[in-house]
């Protein structure tokens, strides 16, 4: 794994990012204060919040699309709310900048072999892209018993929250990573990705 360049402003730190489908519509909304572009809102894709039984991370996926292919600069909103999800791809180049404003938590699903590419978020692909605010909660407790790699060479290491993949100047900002599979954050062949008074937001190269 190459290592890439990332820095970290305020906040504290602790050990502890699938490819998508061009959606149909977008859906305008008013909680983003002052942004003039386009606003993509999850819910508008088929994501269900506070419903304990929906993996939402197909919906995440199109909406993603949606976002990246539109023209202009977007926001992918995530209102508040209790989200379930899955692996995710959130993957480009876009054709305008991108932010992803998260208003509310993301619960892993805490199952291993939902995440064969070996994390939870993956984020490839892109430059300029902002990451703002929530929590993503990795459900790591119940899934750690099965990490063997401190006696196993050829164990499988737990999911990464977020993997940065040929990414470059990337700002996390106020962004919570709590109860983490394995890492918070890993990347490769990425460059300028920085965190800002983001909690639980560390990087392995």
């Given at each position: 794994?190459?290592?890439?360049?990332?820095?970290?402003f305020g906040g504290a730190v602790s050990n502890s990012f699938i490819v998508l489908g061009l959606g149909l519509a977008l859906m305008m909304v008013s909680p983003v204060v002052g942004h003039k572009g386009s606003i993509v809102d999850v819910t508008g894709f088929g994501a269900r919040p506070n419903d304990p039984l929906t993996d939402n991370s197909q919906a995440f996926i199109?909406?993603?699309?949606a976002a990246c292919k539109g023209s202009g600069s977007s926001v992918l909103l995530i209102p508040p709310g209790n989200y379930v999800s899955g692996e995710v791809f959130f993957q480009g180049?876009?054709?305008?900048?991108v932010t992803i404003n998260v208003q509310g938590t993301i619960q892993a699903v805490p199952d291993l072999s939902m995440y064969p590419n070996g994390a939870w978020f993956n984020i490839e692909s892109v430059n300029g892209l902002v990451l703002k605010g929530g929590v993503f909660n990795g459900q790591g407790k119940s899934v750690r018993k099965y990490d063997d790699c401190k006696t196993n060479p050829k164990c499988d290491p737990l999911p990464a929250a977020f993997r940065f993949n040929k990414a470059r100047n990337v700002n996390v900002q106020g962004v919570t990573v709590v109860n983490s599979m394995g890492p918070a954050a890993s990347t490769t062949a990425s460059s300028n990705i920085r965190a800002i008074n983001s909690v639980g937001f560390d990087l392995l190269h």
């Open positions: 794994m190459s290592s890439g360049s990332f820095q970290m199109r909406a993603w699309n180049p876009c054709r305008g900048p």
